[in-house]
């Protein structure tokens, strides 16, 4: 316990105004106005966003940990000498997980300075020299760190997307192999660190408003049909947290499945009959035909065909990589995705109408998952 106030102590002088502080430039007011101007004046938009580099470079506070940028912010970066070459911090087995164009948009003279964040758009991770002094140093530290901490007190989540930022942040301190790792189970390692911080808190995890675009695009990215991923999933997280792991998972687990058990689970720390209401919409979603479909139409791609066209970023290659099936991709089982959100559905509508008590229905939703 000593050594960990003594680390958290160490973050919390060393960080400005004791956070870990982030940028994310998609989120920035001057960021909107230029992509405005692309569609005004229909001018490039690499040129805009050249453009955008160079008369903000003096404005730009560079006292950021991380900055999630365009790729075109690369040498404005590295000119000012503040973000770390990755070489040595990653291995080269985790930079053999991207396309060799997008890897190529990161490095110069040899030296690999960000991670493409998607495989769909050219958002950088860039770690700034300044994290190396406040970072855990290992993933018990960042866990424990997430647990005790308070929101807003050591990161600091004001201009971000922070799920993002969690995640890189969780795979600088962890040095993992593997590209996979961070981009197919990502959804459920950000969901769930975001659940036990809050949960530790006792905080409303519901208040989160990035939780509602989730639902409609986002979170399709967490869908995960492999049974090793939970017990990763079960041993890095639940165990670590000291959290029992949600009871979710146990055949051919699926992220928006566990979205459902997620929200049952938190019946259980009080949520009240508005709230309620939304647990009864969310699983009516997913076990319906259309949100399937959709499912279907947008979890049709291949990492192979971006390798193949070399080129990820354009909408027409993208529309190749969703349209095509590759043996090497792990498909979600959606007859039992649909099965097992159909039964939750069901059983909810059942308890609801006899009036069960929140508690109850977080047991039985419980006892029904279990089934499958």
């Known amino acids: 316990m ?14 400005s105004n004791g956070k870990i502080k982030f940028l994310s430039i998609s989120n920035d007011p001057v960021y909107e106005e230029y992509l405005q101007k692309v569609t005004t004046s229909r001018d490039d938009e690499e040129n805009i ?96 760190l997430i647990k005790t901490s308070k929101d807003k ?6 201009k971000s997307d922070p799920e993002n930022f969690i995640i890189w942040l969780y795979a600088f301190v962890e040095n993992k192999s593997q590209y996979i790792d961070f981009i197919n189970y990502r959804g459920e390692i950000v969901n769930s660190l975001y659940f036990y911080r809050n949960l530790a808190n006792k905080t409303n ?7 509602k675009s989730r639902f409609s695009t986002g979170f399709i990215s967490s869908i995960i049909d492999n049974e090793a991923s939970y017990l990763r999933y079960k041993s890095d997280l639940g165990e670590k947290l000291g959290v029992s792991p949600l009871p979710i998972l146990s055949k051919n687990g699926a992220g928006s499945s566990g979205w459902s058990i997620v929200y049952c689970y938190a019946i259980k720390r009080g949520l009240n009959e508005r709230k309620l209401s939304r647990i009864k919409t969310l699983i009516g979603r997913l076990s ?85």
């Open 49 to 144: 966003v050249y453009k955008y580099s160079e008369d903000y470079k003096e404005a730009y506070d560079y006292n950021f940990d991380f900055v999630r940028l365009p790729a075109q912010f690369l040498k404005t970066l590295t000119d000012c000498d503040k973000i770390l070459s990755l070489n040595e911090h990653f291995s080269s087995d985790f930079f053999g997980g991207f396309t060799p164009l997008a890897l190529q948009s990161v490095t110069i003279n040899g030296k690999i300075f960000g991670i493409p964040d998607t495989i769909g758009d050219n958002r950088v991770i860039f770690y700034n020299k300044s994290l190396i002094d406040k970072i855990p140093a290992n993933t018990d530290e960042l866990f424990q």
């Open 288 to 372: 319906s035909d259309k949100f399937h479909k959709n499912m279907m139409k947008y979890n049709k791609f291949s990492t192979k065909s971006a390798h193949i066209t070399d080129d990820a970023s354009s909408d027409a290659n993208l529309d190749v990589i969703r349209s095509t099936l590759a043996d090497s991709t792990p498909r979600p089982d959606f007859d039992y995705l649909k099965n097992f959100t159909g039964a939750l559905k069901i059983k909810l509508k059942e308890l609801s109408a006899n009036k069960k008590s929140p508690i109850t229905i977080y047991d039985e939703l419980s006892e029904e998952s279990e089934k499958f």
């Open 205 to 211: 995890y519901y208040n989160y408003p990035e939780l």
């Open 153 to 158: 007190e050591v990161f600091n989540f004001d």
């Open 2 to 15: 000593r050594k960990f106030l003594f680390f958290a102590l160490i973050i919390l002088s060393s960080c």
